[in-house]
């Protein structure tokens, strides 16, 4: 994991110096990142989070949640479920 993480690391350094996206290897100087990237990376998934949820949308999918089935849970029932069955799956070592 340690190694893989290097490499990236590296990629990015590599794309970085070379005038490419460091996130897709577009061309993209005099900046780091692309023009799609650089408004993902400026807009980042913890904004993307907040603006589902202050809009009354699921935080994983951004599915508009309803209060009847929902409550006030900041995660839509499929994504619970979801993630039930994948600790679940994990329990018994699939
Ligand atoms: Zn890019
Ligand atoms: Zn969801």
Redesign the pocket.
């Known amino acids: 994991m340690v190694e893989k993480a290097e490499r990236k690391k590296q990629l990015k350094a590599k794309r970085r110096a070379a005038g490419l996206c460091v996130e897709c290897g577009a061309p993209s100087y005099p900046y780091s990142r692309c023009e799609v990237h650089r408004e993902n990376h400026a807009y980042g998934k913890r904004k993307l989070r907040e603006k589902y949820k202050k809009s009354g ?7 508009k ?1 309803d209060k009847d089935i929902d409550g006030d849970n900041v ?6 479920e ?1 993630r039930v069955l994948r600790a679940n799956m994990a329990d018994i070592g699939i």
């Open positions: 949308r699921c935080i994983t999918c951004g599915r949640l995660t839509c029932s499929i994504c619970i979801d």
